[in-house]
């Protein structure tokens, strides 16, 4: 590789990583290529990217980043490495974990997300537990609705109970009225017959 072909693939890491919130670097090594492609439809389908770097390219492009310092990450720089860059906090590691139940790899070298760094395989399953924002979100709207939903009920049965005992009281009002006029008619003709 000429130094100019390095340059230019520092800058396409750089232009990867520059304003990524979730980073992984995983460990390809011994997938086949149809595998290795298999792996990478599957990321293109959940929308992460995936590049296969070499890692003092990947070292020397991270730290060249402004506001992050990847440095912890540097140890795990070894053998075959792939980079992955996503929206979603635990979408690699859901990927990663898919993947590996027909294969023994990728293995998860590292990673970067919500400023925290993760370093080591054993970390995989904590982050295939991360909550992805939507799922957040979508949590919360839940919570915000329920309390909404509750009030709206109780206000639809307190309706519904006030109109079962207006229903209630409404045939009883009608009868007294009626009952009347024929029991003052009764007591009339009682008091003439009785002189």
């Known amino acids: 590789m000429t130094k100019d072909q390095k340059v230019v693939a520092i800058q396409e890491i750089k232009d990867l990583l520059q304003d990524a919130k979730v980073v992984y670097v995983a460990d390809l090594d011994g997938l086949n290529a149809a595998k290795s492609s298999e792996f990478r439809r599957q990321a293109f389908k959940q929308n ?11 070292q020397k492009a991270m730290e060249q980043i402004e506001g992050v310092d990847y440095s912890e990450m540097f140890q795990t720089f070894k053998g075959n490495t ?27 070298k590292s990673a970067y997300l919500q400023e925290t760094f993760y370093v080591g395989d054993e970390n995989l399953t904590a982050l ?18 329920s309390p909404i939903q509750r009030v709206v009920s109780a ?15 409404a045939p009883a009002v009608e009868e007294t009225p009626a009952e009347a006029p024929e029991a003052a008619a009764e007591s009339t003709e009682e008091t003439p017959s009785a002189e």
């Open 48 to 58: 992460i990217k995936v590049k296969v770097v070499k890692n003092t390219l990947l």
């Open 82 to 108: 792939a980079l992955m860059v996503s929206e979603t906090a635990n979408g690699p590691a859901k990927l990663i974990q898919g993947f590996r139940k027909k294969e023994d790899k990728p293995a998860l």
């Open 128 to 145: 295939a537990n991360i909550k992805s924002r939507e799922e957040m979100i979508g949590e919360i709207i839940g919570l915000l609705q």
């Open 155 to 169: 206000l639809q049965n307190k309706s519904e109970t006030v109109e079962a005992k207006a229903e209630e009281a």
